[in-house]
Nanobody, 124 residues
């Protein structure tokens, strides 16, 4: 089992920046990749970004390319999402996810472990 805890929620204005963190604990030595998903009420969770745990490879949804950066922290088992130039449409609950088995990196069902979610609200 892997436990995930997100932090860094906030209410910001359009154009501002927010940094989200995800701390992983438990059987983290088995983690192959970690990702961020977003969800708004009434909709499915949507892929935002993913980082490969061994090589740091990054994958982004087109809508955040050039604005968001996913990274592994220097502190072991920590992942970040730097969100710049935020837009009102970025408003969502952001979830940290981890997987210890191979699978399509942008599919929510590829990830077995999830954090509790953290709210990011961007006002216009």
């Amino acid at each position: 089992q892997v436990q995930l805890v997100e932090s860094g929620a906030g209410l910001v204005q359009a154009g501002d920046s927010v940094s989200l963190s995800c701390a992983a604990s438990g059987r983290t030595f088995r983690v192959l990749g970690m990702a961020w998903f977003s969800q708004v009420p009434g909709q499915l969770r949507e892929f935002v970004a993913r980082v490969g745990w061994s090589d740091g490879s990054q994958l982004y949804v087109d809508s955040v390319k050039g604005r968001f950066t996913i990274s592994r922290g220097n502190v072991k088992n920590t992942m970040y999402l730097q969100m710049n130039s935020l837009k009102p449409e970025d408003t969502a609950v952001y979830y940290c996810a981890a997987t210890d088995v191979p699978g399509p990196p942008s599919r929510a069902d590829s990830y077995a472990y999830w954090g509790q979610g953290t709210q990011v609200t961007v006002s216009s």
